[in-house]
């Protein structure tokens, strides 16, 4: 039972990223699913959500209208596409399943020029 995400680096403020978490080990259209992120220095903070079957997503307010949550219960991924992207959305950010808390490794997003 894993999460694995990919996806992050450094991009210039304005530009985008796209970040995947894949799932094994687990029947995952059955689960919520959400990204979240820890900048140096803060808490860990829930950025999206998504529920089973993709018809059900939350975004908090600092992300609203350029971040999306999306997920593929075929492949068991769910993905995070980021655009105009801000030096404070810099952290870490974490693919979560909820429900038996099982989080991945992180992977870390630098948006700098």
């Known amino acids: 039972v894993q999460l694995v995400e990919s996806g992050g680096g450094l991009v210039q403020p304005g530009g985008s990223l796209r970040l995947s978490c894949a799932a094994s080990?687990?029947?995952?259209?059955?689960?919520?699913m959400t990204w979240n992120r820890q900048a140096p220095g803060k808490e860990r903070e829930l950025v999206a959500s998504i529920s089973g079957d993709g018809g059900v997503t939350y975004y908090a307010d600092s992300v609203k209208g350029r971040f999306t949550i999306s997920r593929d219960n075929v492949m068991n991924t769910v993905s995070l596409q980021m655009n105009s992207l801000r030096p404070e959305d810099t952290a870490v950010y974490y693919c979560?399943?909820?429900?038996?808390?099982?989080w991945g490794q992180g992977t870390q997003v630098t948006v700098s020029s």
């Open positions: 080990g687990f029947f995952f259209k059955s689960y919520i």
């Open positions: 979560r399943r909820l429900g038996g808390d099982l």
